[in-house]
């Protein structure tokens, strides 16, 4: 390849990439990244011939993204994430700590049953109402919204189905979702613990021990709330819990979930599995509600497809004009020498790309370069999960590493809660360094005690 095609490609990839992070007009990330594939495409970077392949890889992935929306859809039609709202101030009984830990443990539980964007969109309007019908202080709302936010993206991490980037590497290197959890469940919840916890000593002071006593019902909840619009929804009013509805459909959910382990070992593809779920949802409402399928179809987001298919087009090409070739040369011998070098190697490599053109094609390109490493199956594996370690936690250091993150950031200044990279940045620097350092030794010790 001529040096000026090898320009030419780095420019169209740079600034897709820029543009899709900054998006100076507003528009849907898919468009700069598409705008970039086809160019990638129409110049040869990435022969047609590759295309077909592409779509393999990515479309699994994306339609249990999908799928996971489709279902936060219908549970938000039910009232769903009314109740939940209401039930957070409420059980916090008066106490800061109690609503930090219920606010934290929302976000990581919102994450491991939906996927991280779909945790942001969820669990931040909820947090907004929250501490805005408790009249907390600026910095005092600060205090709940970021560990929040820095949760919920962390907590794609135990689970591969959590995260659009995670399901498409976990094709590449071949390993399954049962192996997946074994391996990664346990370091990355010690991880995540330990960014808890320094989250808490960091905004202790901010943290109010005891918060107004507001008399709330699930009825009057909304007049006291100075609600915002949820960004999923077209709705202006709240609906109310119908309790058949929603525990029948909570029912559905943990089944759903639970069945990806138990049916994907045996062939079943994962994405057939989350549109069985959505489907038996939809129909579950429309058995009871009498509600059809229109406004699933018009408010899921479709151009995820087209987003992951850019995007992997766009990664696909900087491996052929030669980045992964490069990458392969100077790092192959570390990745190979031993488990803890090969760990930290990919863990870092990962976390300094994510938050340098965000974590989505920092882990393709990582997971791109380990299948070219001609490594065994064990090594390959260990260092894909540091990989994921690095995009799911290590990105969070900057709002450019993920795009879970810049969406909270834009939620946020809509309803004019202020907050810049600077204070962003402030609090990440202490903590997620020491996160990501945590999370890798415990990815060391533990897959070397189940593995041998």
């Given at each position: 390849?001529?040096?000026?095609?090898?320009?030419?490609?780095?420019?169209?990839?740079?600034?897709?990439?820029?543009?899709?992070?900054?998006?100076?007009?507003?528009?849907?990330?898919?468009?700069?990244?598409?705008?970039?594939?086809?160019?990638?495409l129409l110049f040869g970077i990435v022969p047609l011939y590759d295309v077909l392949e592409i779509f393999n890889i990515v479309r699994g992935a994306s339609i249990t993204i999908i799928s996971t929306i489709a279902m936060s859809i219908v549970l938000e039609s039910i009232g769903f994430f009314h109740w939940v709202a209401f039930n957070i101030v409420k059980r916090a009984k008066c106490s800061g700590i109690k609503l930090?830990?219920?606010?934290?443990?929302?976000?990581?539980?919102?994450?491991?049953?939906f996927n991280n964007d779909g945790s942001i969109l969820i669990t931040t309007p909820i947090i907004i109402r929250t501490v805005n019908m408790l009249n907390l202080k600026p910095h005092q709302k600060i205090a709940y919204l970021l560990p929040g936010a820095l949760t919920a993206t962390a907590a794609s991490a135990p689970i591969a189905?959590?995260?659009?980037?995670?399901?498409?590497?976990?094709?590449?290197?071949?390993?399954?979702?049962?192996?997946?959890?074994?391996?990664?469940?346990?370091?990355?919840?010690?991880?995540?613990?330990?960014?808890?916890?320094?989250?808490?000593?960091?905004?202790?002071?901010?943290?109010?021990?005891?918060?107004?006593?507001?008399?709330?019902?699930?009825?009057?909840?909304?007049?006291?709330?100075?609600?915002?619009?949820?960004?999923?929804?077209?709705?202006?009013?709240?609906?109310?819990?119908?309790?058949?509805?929603?525990?029948?459909?909570?029912?559905?959910?943990?089944i759903t979930r639970g069945t990806f382990f138990i049916l994907s070992p045996l062939g079943v593809p994962?994405?057939?599995?989350?549109?069985?779920?959505?489907?038996?949802?939809?129909?579950?409402?429309?058995?009871?509600?009498?509600?059809?399928?229109?406004?699933?179809?018009?408010?899921?987001?479709?151009?995820?497809?087209l987003?992951?298919?850019?995007m992997y087009i766009l990664v696909y090409g900087l491996k052929n004009i030669g980045l992964t070739v490069?990458?392969?040369?100077?790092?192959?011998?570390?990745?190979?020498?031993?488990?803890?070098?090969?760990?930290?190697?990919?863990?870092?490599?990962?976390?300094?790309?994510?938050n340098v053109f965000n974590n989505l094609p920092a882990v393709m390109i990582g997971t791109l370069t380990l299948t070219e490493m001609s490594l065994d199956p064990q090594t390959l594996q260990i260092a894909y999960l540091a990989n994921i370690i690095g995009s799911d936690i290590g990105s969070l250091l900057t709002p450019v590493g993920t795009l879970a993150t810049l969406l909270w950031m834009f939620i946020l200044k809509e309803n004019d809660i202020p907050i810049n990279w600077k204070q962003y940045f402030k609090v990440t620097i202490f903590i997620i360094p020491i996160g990501l350092l945590v999370s890798l030794t415990s990815l060391y010790y533990w897959t070397n005690f189940i593995m041998n």
């Open positions: 390849m001529s040096d000026y095609l090898l320009l030419f490609a780095l420019t169209v990839f740079s600034l897709s990439i820029f543009f899709m992070i900054w998006n100076p007009w507003r528009l849907s990330e898919t468009v700069p990244t598409a705008i970039g594939a086809g160019i990638y930090f830990l219920y606010i934290n443990s929302l976000c990581y539980l919102m994450t491991l049953f189905i959590s995260n659009i980037a995670n399901l498409i590497a976990l094709k590449i290197v071949g390993l399954d979702i049962n192996s997946y959890v074994a391996l990664m469940f346990v370091p990355s919840m010690i991880g995540i613990v330990t960014i808890c916890f320094l989250l808490y000593l960091y905004f202790r002071r901010d943290i109010p021990k005891t918060l107004p006593n507001v008399q709330l019902s699930i009825d009057n909840y909304n007049l006291y709330s100075r609600s915002f619009p949820h960004p999923l929804s077209d709705q202006q009013e709240e609906t109310q819990v119908d309790w058949w509805m929603f525990r029948l459909c909570l029912l559905v959910i943990v994962i994405e057939w599995i989350a549109l069985s779920g959505a489907f038996i949802l939809i129909m579950l409402r429309w058995y009871r509600n009498n509600i059809g399928v229109r406004d699933v179809i018009r408010r899921t987001p479709w151009h995820i497809l987003f992951a298919f850019s490069i990458l392969v040369n100077h790092l192959t011998e570390s990745i190979q020498s031993n488990p803890i070098l090969s760990i930290f190697t990919m863990g870092g490599l990962i976390t300094l790309f994510s």
